[in-house]
């Protein structure tokens, strides 16, 4: 079993506890092969909610280190068998925040439109649940982050295609670092309201079957968000 780690709750904490997680796995103290432990177990064992733990191990599996399977724990894969497409953690400069958002621009515009052609009642539902949780509060605190993330994953999951589910939720756990890190960027009303303005408007196209405006309207969010957090975008996808 994993050794016995206690962590406060700063923001942030399943990036934390998945970042324990992958240096018990390339030290060797969680072996290749190796089943983990239940997340109740690892919950105790880091001294976080199973939430918290469940987000974290879904980090680790979507960058291709774990492996889940019904009916069985997740499975530290094998060096060879993991994915050798990685975000890492230093996306502090600026050249790697515009290829950040330049990939998010051909992933998700195509993704909105993909999720008003394809999306069905429960997609909806989720949606605006996510745009609900993202409304609750007027500063950008961790519970907006998670919403933000929420919604964007809800849209990857309405195409219906899981290879898109699965990089658009890689992405948004990468993404959620660095807004957090510049958090101070939406200490404005203004700001929040915007952010929130451009999501009810992709839900909105979406919801009425529009591909093409979904797609316009993620567009002009990807690209509104860029500007916000100060990033140049290369000329390309997100023009217009």
């Known amino acids: 079993m994993a050794s016995s780690f206690v962590v406060e709750r700063p923001a942030g904490l399943p990036d ?3 970042d324990l997680l992958m240096e018990q796995i390339t030290s060797g103290t969680l072996a290749e092969g190796q089943i983990l432990p239940t997340e ?3 919950a105790k064992s880091f001294g976080v909610s199973r939430n918290v733990m469940r987000e974290a191990i879904a980090r680790l599996r979507y960058e291709g280190i774990l492996d ?9 894969l094998p060096l060879s068998e993991r994915l050798t497409f990685r975000i890492g953690s230093g ?9 950040l958002f330049e990939l998010r621009g051909l992933l998700e515009i195509e993704i909105a439109g993909l999720a008003a052609q394809r999306r069905g009642p429960d997609d909806l539902s989720e949606l605006e649940a996510a745009l609900t949780c993202l409304s609750e509060s007027d500063f950008f605190d961790e519970a907006k982050l998670e919403a933000d993330a929420r919604f964007h994953r809800a849209l990857a999951a309405a195409t219906g295609n899981d290879y898109l589910k699965g990089i658009s939720t890689y992405i948004s756990f990468r993404l959620k670092g660095t807004t957090r890190d510049t958090a101070a960027v939406y200490a404005s009303d203004d700001l929040v309201a915007q952010t929130i303005r451009e999501h009810r408007l992709i839900f909105e196209r979406v919801s009425a079957g529009e591909a093409e405006g979904a797609r316009a309207a993620m567009r002009a969010h990807i690209r509104h968000a860029a500007e916000r957090l100060g990033v140049r975008l290369k000329t390309g996808v997100l023009a217009g």
């Open 16 to 18: 934390r506890i998945a």
């Open 40 to 42: 109740t177990e690892l």
């Open 68 to 76: 889940s399977r019904q009916g069985r724990g997740a499975m530290v």
């Open 91 to 99: 996306l502090g400069s600026s050249d790697s925040l515009a290829d």
